[in-house]
């Protein structure tokens, strides 16, 4: 059974995706969790406090995930971070349609948020140079812009959803995926493209 707390994170999740952050009540809030206005107070001294438990909220589940796949450097590797990243943002939709608001009113949470951000690519970037130092990924005469690619995967990465949410368009795992490989599998040496298909069929 979830605790109070957990469950005020919970509803304010759904409603701030909902209805943003701007137009949600706390008494919207407090009508989601069952509970009475002076209950949530009493948990959460005002709305500031609730968006910064829930950002701090998903800054530990990416931080999760990053843990998760920091020391995987193969090319499977990638796959399962896809993976986990798409089951992030199906989850937590008001990550992106409250983008804007979060840049304009709270200085703190945009900072960790391009904190986290900048992780993800750079561990993008020590995946890709141990493929290609691997003779996975082709780097012929060592030309490869490792910084810019890492930096393309990250922006599709964390805007294909809403960019297909936004256009009426079907957002699915296996969809995510493509658009993600789409980047990468040009790039693959026969080695890698064997490596691959021996871990993800």
């Known amino acids: ?73 193969e090319l499977h590797g990638f796959d399962r971070l896809f993976s986990a990243m798409y089951r992030f943002y199906d989850a937590n939709k008001l990550a992106f349609n409250n983008q804007w608001e979060i840049h304009r009113n709270y200085t703190q949470i945009q ?3 391009l904190t986290t951000s900048n992780k993800i690519t750079l561990q993008i970037k020590k995946r890709l140079e141990y493929c290609a130092a691997n003779d996975l990924i082709n780097d012929e005469s060592g030309k490869t812009n490792f910084d810019t690619l890492s930096q393309s995967i990250s922006l599709v990465m964390h805007n294909w959803m809403p960019q297909q949410c936004l256009r009426g368009k079907v957002h699915t795992e296996l969809l995510y995926k493509r658009a993600l490989w789409g980047i990468i599998l040009p790039l693959l040496t026969q080695k890698g493209k064997t490596a691959l298909e021996s871990k993800i069929g």
């Open 1 to 73: 059974m979830r605790s109070t707390k957990e469950n005020i994170i919970s509803v304010s999740k759904q409603l701030f995706h909902e209805f943003g952050i701007a137009n949600t009540r706390l008494q919207q809030i407090a009508d989601a969790a069952e509970i009475s206005v002076g209950n949530l107070v009493y948990h959460y001294k005002n709305k500031d406090a609730i968006v910064e438990a829930v950002y701090n909220n998903l800054f530990t589940e990416l931080t999760a995930i990053l843990s998760q796949y920091a020391f995987n450097y």
């Open 111 to 113: 900072q960790e948020w």
